[in-house]
C-alpha cells in the first residue's frame, strides 16, 4: 500500500487519532500536512513523524481560514491527493441542557469543517481525476449515544454527505469514505473508572478498545491503490459494537 509520489492532508493532526494517521501515511511514502488550530501544535505532532511532513494552522469550522490555508497548501505543493477529514469537537450533555452554542460548535466543526476542505480541494483531485477522501465518523453516527444529540448528528451527516459527494465524484476517479470509529485508546478513556471501562466492554464483542493504529491502518488502505474500487461506504472499526 506505498503512496509514494503522493501529497496527503489530515486535519486534527495534532494528537490522539489524527496523528497516528499522519504517521501511517508518512510511513507509507506520502508527504504529509498536518492540520491543527495552531501551527505550535501541528509543528509537534510534525517533529515526531519520521518522513517529509509540512504544517497548517487551520479553523476548519471557518471558511475564510480554509481558503486562505488551502490557498497556501495548493500554492506550495500544487496539490493534495489525500485528503482525511478527522478534526472534531464534542460539547456532550442532554437536550434539555444543551445551548443552541453548543449544538453550533460540534455541526460546524465536525460537518461544515469536513463540507469546507472538501470543497476547496476537490477541484485539485478531479482535474488529476485521481483522490481519496477519508471522512472520520463515528460509531455514535450510526447507533446514537445519549447526551450526544449534536455528535451524533453531525457524524451521521457526515456519512450521508460522503455518501453524496462520492457519487459525484465517482466520474473522476476520486473516491470518499467514511470510517466510523468506536471506543479507542486515548486520554479520555484511559481516565474511565475501570467499573465504567467494564461496562462498555460488554457492549463490545472483542471485549477491548481499540487503537489508534487501527484506525490508521483503515484509513491506509482507503488512501491507497488497494482501496480503489471502495467508494461511499462507512467503513465500521468498532470491535463489533455495532454490526
Not at 501541528?42 to 469550522?61: E, F, S, W, Y
Not at 487501527?214 to 488512501?223: G, K, M, Q, R, V
Request: charged residues 20%; contains cysteine; aromatic residues 4%.
Amino acid at each position: 500500500m506505498s503512496l509514494e509520489g503522493k501529497i496527503a492532508l489530515v486535519t486534527g493532526a495534532s494528537r490522539g487519532i489524527g496523528r497516528e494517521i499522519a504517521a501511517a501515511l508518512a510511513g507509507a511514502g506520502a508527504t504529509v500536512i498536518l492540520a491543527a488550530r495552531t501551527e505550535e501544535a501541528a509543528r509537534k505532532a510534525a517533529d515526531a513523524i519520521d518522513g517529509p511532513t509540512d504544517v497548517l494552522a487551520v479553523d476548519v469550522a471557518d471558511a475564510a481560514s480554509v481558503e486562505a490555508g488551502v490557498g497556501a497548501v495548493l500554492a506550495k505543493h500544487a496539490r493534495v491527493d489525500i485528503l482525511v477529514n478527522n478534526a472534531g469537537v464534542t460539547r456532550d450533555g442532554l437536550i434539555l441542557r444543551m445551548k443552541p452554542a453548543d449544538w453550533d460548535a460540534v455541526m460546524a466543526t465536525n460537518l461544515r469543517g469536513a463540507f469546507l476542505m472538501c470543497r476547496s480541494l476537490a477541484p485539485a483531485m478531479i482535474k488529476k481525476r485521481w483522490g481519496r477522501i477519508v471522512n472520520i465518523g463515528s460509531v455514535v453516527g450510526l447507533m446514537g449515544n445519549a447526551g450526544q444529540v449534536n455528535y451524533a448528528a453531525s457524524k451521521a451527516g457526515l456519512i450521508g454527505f460522503s455518501k453524496a459527494l462520492a457519487r459525484e465524484l465517482a466520474p473522476r476517479s476520486v473516491t470518499v469514505n467514511t470510517i466510523a470509529p468506536g471506543y479507542i485508546e486515548t486520554d479520555m478513556t484511559a481516565a474511565l473508572p475501570e467499573e465504567a471501562k467494564a461496562r462498555l466492554f460488554e457492549m463490545i464483542p472483542l471485549a477491548r478498545f481499540g487503537k489508534p493504529a487501527d484506525i490508521a491502518a483503515a484509513t491506509l488502505f482507503l488512501a491507497s491503490e488497494a482501496g480503489g474500487y471502495i467508494t461511499g461506504q462507512v467503513l465500521n472499526v468498532n470491535g463489533g459494537m455495532y454490526m
